[in-house]
């Protein structure tokens, strides 16, 4: 096993986004039903009215609730590891190849690591620098099948292309130029697509006639502010009001295709598709990569309602960490809380490597934590419920989280007991 350090964090922010909620998925509970989906046509858009999943439960995918292995982490933080080099911290990206390694991006390291299964730490890619296949602070990492691993250096300022051998293939930049033309800059960057392009963000204005999937008005947030010096918290927690981000595809011509605001955005897939959710629908957009909606993907069931219970474990939860930090839970925030009646029915997208669209959603456990996927097939059929046995799937949620998912394992970056950063994985089984 590979120990690893943790990241310095020198600032303490905490953002909770209160927002209106509509319909929920429920659980697989009513699979039975028949039909389970109906498919229709209207101007050229395919829609897909899911009323259950394919797979009832209990007899759908399962995750392992202990990882197969582990890359970084340590049992005994006292003990030194054999080789320094080894060490990692600040991951920022993952990648699983067809030969079982695992491609690791460190920030901090700024090195691309190829570990084996095992453990054992087979190659390093690239080094701190500012030449060919060197790093400033690297920000992404992009896996293109076969062979292909791509890192996306600090604000876009380098685009590196390398072999799993660890040769160099091809080097490019953005023309900040261009992005300015868009109103855009290097820090506004989201996320790459398989063709080259990336997804952009910037902060939008409202407009009286918005496509459904989109929702420009402001975010509600409860804030508290950290120092950068000491990391102490700074005045008291407060409500705040922040613009949508508006998204946009950057082609390789810098073309500009607006995906509006929406609350929630992922892409996946070959070739690539968007797909977007305002999070209070029921609903889930399906876009090519130059803008075209492909489909609606529609669920029919019905919202699952907020329990007393629930809200007494959101509370509890909820205070228990703003004391942590010395802070009383804001009265305006509990109040914003209690006045909902509904879970949201979508809370976070990712597409596998597969094309498989995962879903992140609350059931009626009545903890207030999103536990558990829907899983949705490249046509959009809703396949299954697949439960979270371990919290750590929580952070699988959209572009700013790091993980990688294909058809084998699910591969997220966690911590252990000592607070040191380690990568585990998870084996998928796919019964269903």
Known sequence: ???????????????????????????????????????????????????????????????????????????????????????????????????????????????????????????IIGRAGEGPGEFTRPERLQYLPPDTLVVWDYHMTSIDYFDTAGTLLKERSVD?????????????????????????????????????????????????????ATGELIGEAREREDPADEFLRIDTSYAAHSFRCSRIIAAGGDPPSIYISRGDRNEIHQFSADGALLRIIRRTTDPIPVTDKARRAWEDRYRKSYESLGFSLPEGQLEAMRSVQTYPPIDGLLVDAEGYLWVSEYSDSETWHPDQWSIFGPDGRWLGVLAQEAPVFFVCRGFHFVCWIDRDFLLVVARDQFDVERVEAYRIRRGG
């Open 1 to 123: 096993m590979i120990r690893c350090h943790s990241a310095f964090r020198a600032a303490v922010v905490v953002a909770i986004t209160v927002s209106a909620c509509d319909r929920a998925p429920r659980d697989e509970s009513d699979s039975a039903e028949a039909p389970g989906f109906t498919a229709g046509d209207s101007a050229g858009v395919e829609i897909v009215e899911n009323h259950a999943p394919e797979h009832p439960a209990g007899s759908f995918w399962t995750i392992d609730s202990e990882p197969e292995f582990v890359l970084g982490g340590s049992e005994d933080p006292s003990t030194l590891a054999d080789d320094s080099a080894q060490l990692i911290w600040r991951v920022v990206g993952l990648a699983r190849l067809p030969d079982g390694r695992v491609a690791v991006l460190s920030s901090e390291n700024q090195q691309l690591m190829l570990f084996e299964p095992s453990g054992e730490l087979s190659r």
């Open 176 to 228: 900040y130029l261009r992005l300015r033309e868009h109103d855009l800059w290097g820090e506004s960057f989201r996320f790459p697509l398989s063709d080259g392009s990336f997804v952009s963000s910037k902060a939008a204005q409202e407009s009286e006639a918005e496509p459904p999937w989109s929702d420009c008005s402001p975010t509600r947030r409860w804030m508290m502010r950290g120092s950068a």
